[in-house]
């Protein structure tokens, strides 16, 4: 005879491991039905452009169904797998998950509440057929061989700087050099998408300079990070506003952002 565990003598992690693999499988079939009965009534769906390509917060079932209808189709998510141990607490199950679509791969958080999705995040982590260039992809830095008509790095990025906006035009124009606008930046550049970054002052972190003296960050250290470069270890909790604002200046330099 076998012998089934109940649902309630199940591990968190059991939980969400078993609710992802029914998701999956109605998703890959296309049960929109079917896939919006595993979430509450009134649950939310938070994509970041995996699904529709936008920043969009889905209220209820209802509005999940009409965002799968058009989206399921041309998105094929598939491979919804648990990223690292679920925890429960108040009888709310929360875990980090990953997934893909056709074209992306991505990550998202999940709550579960009496078997049920309270909230699903999904977000885009990266396109599957442009990659960033970082870690083992990262680009060589040297060119070995003969090239009397090489340029250095240096010259490289001058003839950029002086070029970028006058005869070549940038395919992409942030408007706002803050925190957000320097992230964005940051990323289309590690995808090679030709950017260039405006703001209303004159440096990187003015907008922070140009604050009253005692201002300090209202969120910790562990909240505001930069894409790539992560603050050292030794950087305070609140980040005094000078702080903050030299550290976006050398940041915008260091990651060749157009600014």
């Not at 109605?26 to 009134?42: A, G, H, M, Q």
């Not at 972190?205 to 894409?227: A, E, F, I, Q």
Request: proline share 5%.
């Amino acid at each position: 005879m076998t012998y089934q565990k109940a649902d309630n003598e199940l591990s968190a992690s059991q939980k969400v491991t078993n609710w992802l693999q029914d998701f999956d499988q109605s998703l890959r079939t296309k049960n929109i039905d079917k896939v919006v009965e595993y979430f509450e009534t009134e649950g939310y769906w938070r994509d970041l452009v995996s699904f529709t390509w936008n920043i969009k917060t889905l209220e209820g079932q209802d509005e999940i169904k009409k965002m799968l209808s058009h989206t399921l189709e041309t998105t094929e998510p598939y491979d919804w797998q648990l990223d690292e141990q679920a925890v429960e607490n108040d009888g709310v199950i929360e875990a980090w998950i990953t997934f893909n679509t056709k074209v992306a791969k991505g990550y998202g958080h999940l709550r579960l509440r009496n078997g049920k999705a309270w909230t699903l995040l999904t977000t885009m982590v990266e396109l599957k057929d442009f990659p960033e260039k970082r870690k083992k992809l990262r680009p060589k830095g040297a060119e070995h061989g003969v090239n009397p008509n090489r340029l250095t790095w240096l010259e490289e990025r001058e003839f950029e700087e002086k070029n970028l906006g006058y005869s070549d035009q940038p395919y992409c124009l942030v408007i706002g050099g803050g925190q957000g606008g320097i992230g964005l930046g940051a990323r289309l550049r590690q995808l090679e998408v030709p950017t260039i970054i405006i703001d209303k002052q004159p440096k990187p972190g003015d907008t922070w300079r140009n604050r009253y003296k005692s201002l300090c960050l209202h969120d910790p250290v562990w909240y505001d990070h930069m894409p790539y470069l992560p603050f050292p270890e030794n950087w305070p909790v609140f980040t005094p506003k000078d702080k903050v604002a030299d550290w976006l200046e050398m940041y915008t330099k260091l990651m060749e952002l157009n600014y």
